[in-house]
């Protein structure tokens, strides 16, 4: 029987409700949650460890995280990352596109359609991969 591992994720959201809430929910999925109030803390922490799938918050102090995403990409270019945003707009989703998102998400958004979300990231970018996260 092969090794099994927890993946790895990263969530990152200046309201520390929602990125708490965020890891109980995902917690008990099994993964591995890692928590970040701005980009910067999530900066530090993909380059402090392996993350699998990482979420971002779109407004946040210090670092927007499309900001951290783009500096993330010079060293974790394959990283998935899931970008959150309540306040969407074409010049953003542009901007996201040309950073390489994975997905862009509107909040609010629902339980179902983001650990769906995280699940997809982590199965197209990791396949084969022995992660027990379950759905």
Same mark, same amino acid.
């Given at each position: 029987?092969? #090794? &099994?591992?927890?993946?790895?994720?990263?969530?990152? =959201?200046? =309201?520390?409700?929602?990125?708490?809430?965020?890891?109980? %929910?995902?917690?008990? @999925? !099994?993964?591995?949650?890692?928590?970040?109030? =701005?980009?910067?803390?999530? &900066?530090? %922490?993909?380059?402090?460890?392996? #993350?699998? %799938?990482?979420?971002?918050?779109?407004?946040?102090? @210090?670092?927007? !995280?499309?900001?951290?995403?783009?500096?993330?990409?010079?060293?974790?270019?394959?990283?998935?990352?899931?970008?959150?945003? !309540?306040?969407? =707009?074409?010049? #953003?989703?542009?901007?996201?596109?040309?950073?390489? %998102?994975?997905?862009?998400?509107?909040?609010?958004?629902?339980?179902?359609? #983001?650990?769906?979300? &995280?699940?997809?990231?982590?199965?197209?970018?990791?396949? !084969?991969?022995?992660?027990?996260?379950?759905?």
């Amino acid at each position: 029987m092969g #090794i &099994v591992q927890a993946p790895n994720l990263l969530i990152t =959201d200046d =309201d520390r409700g929602f990125r708490e809430a965020l890891a109980e %929910v995902f917690a008990a @999925r !099994g993964f591995q949650t890692h928590l970040a109030k =701005d980009g910067l803390e999530a &900066v530090d %922490v993909v380059r402090s460890m392996r #993350i699998d %799938v990482a979420l971002f918050d779109y407004h946040m102090p @210090r670092k927007t !995280g499309l900001e951290a995403i783009v500096e993330i990409r010079t060293t974790a270019a394959q990283l998935p990352c899931i970008l959150l945003s !309540g306040n969407l =707009d074409d010049m #953003i989703r542009q901007q996201a596109i040309a950073a390489q %998102v994975f997905s862009i998400l509107a909040k609010p958004v629902s339980l179902p359609d #983001i650990t769906s979300k &995280v699940r997809e990231a982590l199965e197209l970018c990791f396949p !084969g991969d022995n992660h027990s996260a379950d759905n």
